[in-house]
């Protein structure tokens, strides 16, 4: 038998799923029968299996085994927050990096968007400004909103590398802004939609790039 680090063994076994292309939702073999086909110890293996189970690339059910699951993207978030905090990053380099993801999606949104998308869009603004007027918090409205951009492009590469930066503002800071503030950006929120719906591509761009820009402008007033 092989005596590899946990971290090591968790790496075999994603090879291993990756290598059999199982799926979520796919059973691994019986723990025995994995240990034998990767050449180590039982307590290695399981020591890997809670690496994984930790990180949602698998779960462990009673009498059903060991199933592949897909991990969510806030789990895949949380180490990206850990490396970026022991980087010692400004909090600036989030935002522009954020800007210029996410005006690069409404670009590709206007010009991929299919008519769902739009209703989707439209109701994350709608559920925005209701929340806007009835002084309610809207940082759930306002990821759904962003969200929906995102899938818009009809790429899930480009709404996975969005989303995993946009979560890092929740591990920055979740205090909604104040009543006027939310009014204005909900404004600007329209307008992006517009863009998209009426297809311009540019437009789209440079407003939401210009839309998440102005955090950098309120946090210097503070």
């Keep these: 038998m092989i005596n590899l680090p946990a971290s090591s063994t968790a790496d075999r076994i994603r090879a291993y799923i990756r290598k059999n292309r199982l799926k979520p939702g796919d059973k691994l073999p019986v723990h025995a029968d994995l240990a034998a086909k990767l050449g180590i110890g ?75 998308d739009l209703l989707l869009i439209l109701d994350a603004l709608e559920q925005l400004e209701a929340r806007a007027s009835s002084g309610q918090s809207d940082l759930a409205e306002e990821k759904a909103f962003h969200l929906a951009v995102l899938h818009a492009t009809r790429n899930p590469v480009i709404a996975t590398f969005g989303q995993l930066v946009t979560l890092q503002f929740e591990y920055v800071d979740a205090t909604p802004p104040p009543r006027r503030r939310r009014d204005l950006s909900n404004r600007e929120h329209r307008q992006i939609y517009e863009a998209i719906e009426r297809r311009d591509a540019n437009a789209a761009r440079s407003l939401m790039v210009a839309h998440v820009l102005t955090q950098l402008g309120r946090r210097k007033k503070r």
């Design 42 to 116: 039982p307590r290695r293996l399981r020591e890997a299996l809670s690496i994984l189970e930790y990180q949602g690339f698998i779960e462990t059910r009673n009498k059903a085994g060991t199933i592949v699951r897909r991990p969510s993207v806030e789990r895949l978030g949380e180490p990206i927050a850990w490396h970026l905090d022991a980087s010692g990053y400004k909090l600036e380099d989030l935002i522009r990096a954020r800007a210029w993801i996410e005006g690069g999606a409404a670009a590709e949104a206007a010009e991929r968007r299919i008519a769902r």
